[in-house]
């Protein structure tokens, strides 16, 4: 089966401090990845890289086969097909919910109003949002803006959807709504990294989990092995911390 | 569940709160009061002063003539409608080229590397010239030189320089908004596979403009008084025409007059610029103070 996103030997470097360092990793269609690891690993930086938001300085990026970090390659179109979801929401302030939504698909895939309109509305009442239609983000909870944020992303039919640290900025008791939406989503087949510190959900929700530190890809398989067995010390110590945190 | 069941409190029945709320009411009364005593007794003094003072009879007549003001007052106010029909051109040439100086700024492509070094440095220079030199350079000067195709109207002159002047102070207050605008914004737009141009007119754009508005009203306020300055090129306008009648009758009441017109436009026009940052601050705050 050949691989929707093959990431290969990706060096990534702010000035002096190595923030990724020959990070190699696959993932095939409908794979659901979680990406787990210390503050600092490279793990935000990684999803970064591969939505070109940062460059990297070395390897390739291939998705679908095409090496989108080749920097002759059209950003632009790269971006489009992967969503990504931000920690800090980033949802546009100015903008009512539906017209989050659907600026991306009307401004960059050319898709009339009305019927970016529809496709949102659809999207809205799939993950109970439909009464938030025409809010403003400044009035929505945490955890409804994180979900109008993964419809927003959802809503240009991304092949792959990145989750930088989706529920660290959200309140305890927000938590739950916004994983049971990925958890949905990757109940649908829908090709996923997580970047997470929900160790938890990591293990129901990952097909394999990657745990990294200082910019390395220090162990690889699937999540009953990274996250109970794991083989290196780097990944034990790491989780024994999560676990006194807990 | 017991606590769940308990009835609400009505709380203006308790006692605790009405005596609260008698004690704020006779705190805001005395306030007021005070208020009002010192400020008659402080502004009867300084009238009283003034009125009695030795020199008071002449200022009186020569600064506030009830006769002359009613005799320059209609010269004055078709004058002024003149600074209004300038200074609103002005305003909306000045809020699109500043716009454009902004934007160019702003951007990073390597296209408009040139026109972002004239950009910068029009704004560096215009911004370092008074405009009351300006004012003459392009209003003397330019028609001066009766070049072909060249407009040769004063009036036309004098909107160029406010135009070219404002637009560069203008500018910064819109780079000013644009650099407020969070880059996790950008990064938003540009991961949904925005351009950079519609990343900058889509979403960053609408909510810089939305935060400059209160400074943009306020270098509308100084953009209206300094339409006097056309005064200097003989335009007739509203200060133009009160020098003509002070020329003629020694009596500056007419001067008044003329700023009397200013002021009308000005101080509500500043008010609500006021309560634009007071709203804008309560909203983000959450607080008045």
Request: charged letters at 20%; proline letters at 5%; hydrophobic letters at 50%.
């Amino acid at each position: 089966m050949s691989a929707l996103l093959d990431v290969r030997g990706v060096w990534k470097q702010f000035g002096d401090l190595i923030v990724l360092a020959d990070v190699s990793l696959a993932l095939s269609t409908h794979e659901v990845l979680a990406v787990v690891g210390p503050s600092g690993s490279g793990k935000s930086t990684l999803l970064r890289c591969i939505n070109l938001l940062e460059p990297v300085d070395d390897g390739e990026i291939l998705l679908e086969g095409v090496d989108i970090a080749d920097p002759e390659f059209d950003a632009d179109d790269a971006r489009r097909r992967i969503g990504i979801v931000f920690q800090s929401f980033n949802l546009f302030p100015h903008l009512s919910v539906l017209d989050n939504i659907t600026l991306a698909p009307n401004k960059v895939l050319k898709i009339s109003k009305e019927e970016a309109q529809v496709t949102a509305q659809h999207l809205l009442n799939r993950f109970d949002l439909a009464d938030k239609r025409d809010e403003y983000p400044d009035r929505l909870s945490g955890g409804q803006q994180q979900r109008v944020a993964i419809i927003r992303a959802l809503a240009m039919n991304p092949s792959l959807m990145l989750f930088d640290e989706p529920t660290s900025a959200l309140d305890p008791e927000l938590v739950g709504e916004v994983l049971g939406a990925i958890k949905t989503l990757a109940a649908e087949g829908m090709t996923m990294i997580v970047v997470s510190h929900e160790l938890a959900f990591a293990r129901d929700v990952a097909d394999r989990v990657v745990f990294m530190d200082e910019g390395r890809v220090v162990e690889e398989g699937p999540p009953d092995q990274v996250l109970v067995n794991p083989t290196t010390d780097r990944a034990r110590r790491f989780l024994r911390l999560m676990a006194e945190v807990t | 569940m017991t606590e769940a069941e308990a009835p609400l409190r009505d709380p203006g029945a308790s006692p605790g709160r009405a005596r609260r709320l008698a004690y704020q009411n006779r705190q805001r009364r005395r306030s007021l009061l005070i208020g009002a005593v010192s400020t008659v007794v402080v502004f009867g003094v300084v009238i009283l002063v003034v009125v009695n003072s030795p020199g008071w009879p002449t200022v009186r007549e020569s600064f506030f003539s009830w006769e002359d003001f009613k005799a320059s007052f209609p010269e004055i106010l078709n004058g002024f409608a003149r600074n209004v029909r300038i200074f609103i051109i002005a305003e909306v040439f000045i809020l699109i080229v500043a716009l454009v100086l902004a934007v160019i700024r702003s951007s990073r492509a390597p296209v408009l590397t040139p026109l972002r070094l004239a950009a910068t440095a029009y704004v560096d220079l215009i911004r370092g010239i008074p405009t009351i030199i300006l004012l003459f350079l392009l209003g003397f000067g330019v028609p001066a030189l009766r070049l072909q195709g060249v407009p040769n109207s004063q009036e036309f002159w004098a909107i160029t320089t406010l135009v070219v002047s404002y637009s560069a102070y203008v500018a910064e207050v819109y780079r000013a908004g644009i650099d407020s605008v969070h880059e996790s914004q950008t990064a938003a737009a540009r991961s949904l596979g925005l351009s950079s141009a519609q990343s900058m007119r889509w979403v960053v754009l609408p909510q810089a403009v939305r935060r400059v508005i209160p400074p943009l009203l306020n270098d509308f306020v100084a953009l209206q008084k300094d339409s006097a300055l056309l005064a200097l090129l003989g335009v007739q306008e509203a200060f133009r025409r009160s020098q003509i009648y002070v020329a003629e009758t020694f009596n500056f009441t007419a001067y008044l007059a003329a700023a009397f017109l200013f002021m009308l436009v000005t101080i509500p026009l500043a008010r609500f610029t006021d309560y634009l940052i007071r709203r804008q601050r309560e909203r983000t705050t959450g607080t008045s103070i």
